[in-house]
């Protein structure tokens, strides 16, 4: 078996649109690396003006538990849902405040291949906020149209198990498919396939920023 590339993060941010957006995409690897480094898990909308999902910040407060993250590493904005576009500068301003307060070495962002609106302007202001940061780009299926993860880490069976015990706290997404444990292990068993690892989660590359040392 070849050797894995080694990458690390003293600090690692992951931002996200919505609530669940983060543990959908990055779960396994939260799980992974939460007791390894130092991060922040940033989610620029609460979904509060819908009464339907009035639970859900707290469901994310649970969820970033299991994954072994603190509240005090969470933080979670008030922009409205659908209509980031039209808060560009705000949500730009946004993520500023968190580069410049916790300055990470890794960024994730939504994949530039998702659909929503919300999710792409995350993605867009994130890559204008962090130009010499190395930024990867994470899937949340159900909004996605031609994701392929170039990039995959190989997690564990616990972070699995994590990852599918994190969503499971979304109780006001019982009914949805994309919570259903059978496809969340699927998605991992195939990137874990696609690195001939038995789990991996994907991402596809939006910056890497790298310096070659062959002195090791």
């Known amino acids: ?36 480094t130092d991060l922040r898990v940033v989610t620029l909308s609460d979904n509060q003006k819908n009464p339907l999902l009035h639970d859900v910040v707290e469901e994310h407060y649970r969820s970033m538990k299991v994954l072994g993250v603190p509240e005090d590493k969470i933080i979670v904005g008030n922009f409205e849902t659908r209509r980031f576009p039209q808060f560009r500068q705000e949500i730009l301003a946004f993520i500023l405040e968190i580069r410049n307060t916790f300055n990470p070495d890794m960024v994730f962002l939504h994949t530039k291949s998702d659909l929503h609106q919300d999710h792409a302007t995350v993605t867009e202001e994130g890559l204008r906020a962090f130009r010499g940061t190395t930024v990867l ?7 996605s149209y031609g994701f392929f993860p170039h990039f995959l880490v190989e ?24 919570f259903d444990p059978d496809l969340t292990r699927s998605i991992l068993v195939k990137n874990g396939a696609l690195a001939e690892r038995k789990f991996a989660e994907g991402f596809d590359i939006l910056r890497i920023i790298g310096a070659f040392n062959c002195n090791q």
Do not use: W
């Open 137 to 143: 780009g994470y899937d949340v299926i159900r909004s």
């Open 155 to 178: 997690v564990n069976d616990l972070d699995v198990q994590k990852k599918i015990q994190a969503l499971a706290e979304y109780h006001t997404y019982d009914d949805k498919y994309y």
């Open 1 to 36: 078996m070849n050797h894995d590339m080694t990458f690390y993060g003293k600090r690692v941010c992951f931002f996200g649109a919505h609530p669940d957006d983060i543990e959908i995409g990055c779960g396994a690897l939260i799980s992974h690396i939460a007791g390894q």
